[in-house]
T-cell receptor
């Protein structure tokens, strides 16, 4: 089956620093990857859609200069939270879509705490 | 009106009960339907995937799609404490736009 690896699973950082989260599709080529944010007891909120080799498409209200997404290869996408602030503390989840598939495979998520 | 509506619960049932989880949707163009299970502090995992109207069974899980009523269901038979999680329905027309329900929190009490 399709597997997506996401790390770190948990990260604490100081306010003003940047944090990078990696998302790798281990056994398939994910031409499209999605980044979600999830607040406690709430559903998934799509932040951006990234296609390999092109710029990410951000959802309305998501600051693209703050949440930098890079999808440099068919198996790796990264989310960098720049100049993090406490309000950026959240659970971030990536997912990959296999070409032609109509399901998403999710990573295990990354819990970010900004002090 | 939201594209996908799902009762957030919480739902609490005794072990061994049959659980029914439901979602309704507004866009008749949705073609593919999924159910994901999400344990606390983990990413969602795919449970069931269906395309057409009707039932699909996998072990204790049955996914049901009624396109005429724009209604999908997930049934869990002989529920176990390990089934305690949040269940998300999801659907897609084509392309890259997936729509998710808000999730239903389920607790199975031993």
């Amino acid at each position: 089956g399709a597997v997506v690896s996401q790390h770190p699973s948990w990260v604490i950082c100081k306010s003003g620093t940047s944090v990078k989260i990696e998302c790798r599709s281990l056994d398939f080529q994910a031409t499209t990857m999605f980044w979600y944010r999830q607040f406690p007891k709430q559903s998934l909120m799509l932040m951006a859609t990234s296609n390999e080799g092109s710029k990410a498409t951000y959802e309305q209200g998501v600051e693209k200069d703050k949440f930098l997404i890079n999808h440099a290869s068919l198996t790796l996408s990264t989310l960098t939270v720049t100049s993090a602030h406490p309000e950026d503390s959240s659970f971030y989840i990536c997912s990959g879509r296999r070409p032609g598939a109509n399901v998403l495979t999710f990573g295990a998520g990354s819990r970010l705490t900004v002090l | 009106q939201k594209e996908v509506e799902q009762d957030p619960g919480p739902l609490s049932v005794p072990e061994g009960a049959i659980v029914s989880l439901n979602c309704t949707y507004s866009n008749s163009a949705f073609q593919y339907f999924m159910w994901y299970r999400q344990y606390s502090r983990k990413g969602p995992e795919l449970l069931m995937y269906t395309y057409s109207s009707g039932n699909k069974e996998d072990g204790r899980f049955t996914a049901q799609v009624d396109k005429s009523s724009k209604y999908i269901s997930l049934f869990i038979r002989d529920s176990q404490p390990s089934d305690s999680a949040t269940y998300l329905c999801a659907m897609i027309i084509t392309g890259n736009q997936f729509y998710f329900g808000t999730g239903t929190s389920l607790t199975v009490i031993p």
